[in-house]
């Protein structure tokens, strides 16, 4: 074996490594997505539509107890949560609001 310095000088940065992201819905696991860390939440939305099928403006993503928004890099999310690789998706549906005075909607 090599010295640790050889060991370092040979091993990738775990910086630059791409995220493998295992989605969790609440029924259990739907699969896995790759991200790098320049991805932003919007990018992996995507991906995840992409996926699975579930329309990025139904998807809530949350790594622990911290929620990926769409804005936020997946870089600035890993330094953030000790654990990126666990991602929990709550669909929530898109519903027309109906109110009360528009009475030729009911």
């Known amino acids: ?14 910086k630059l490594r791409d995220l493998q992201l295992r ?8 699969g896995v ?6 991805m932003t939440g919007k990018d992996v939305k995507q991906q995840v539509e992409a996926a699975f099928g579930v329309p990025s403006s139904e998807q809530h ?5 911290v929620t ?8 600035a999310l890993a ?11 709550v669909r929530t549906p898109e519903v027309t609001r109906v109110h009360s ?6």
């Open 1 to 14: 074996m090599g010295s640790l310095e050889e060991h370092a000088k040979a091993a990738p940065d775990i």
């Open 23 to 30: 989605i969790a819905g609440l029924g259990g696991c739907l």
């Open 33 to 38: 997505v790759t991200a790098t860390r320049a």
């Open 61 to 65: 993503l949350l790594c622990g107890s």
């Open 68 to 75: 990926l928004e769409d804005a936020t890099s997946m870089g």
């Open 79 to 89: 330094e953030e949560v000790s654990d990126v690789s666990e991602v929990t998706l």
């Open 101 to 106: 005075w528009d009475k030729d909607a009911w």
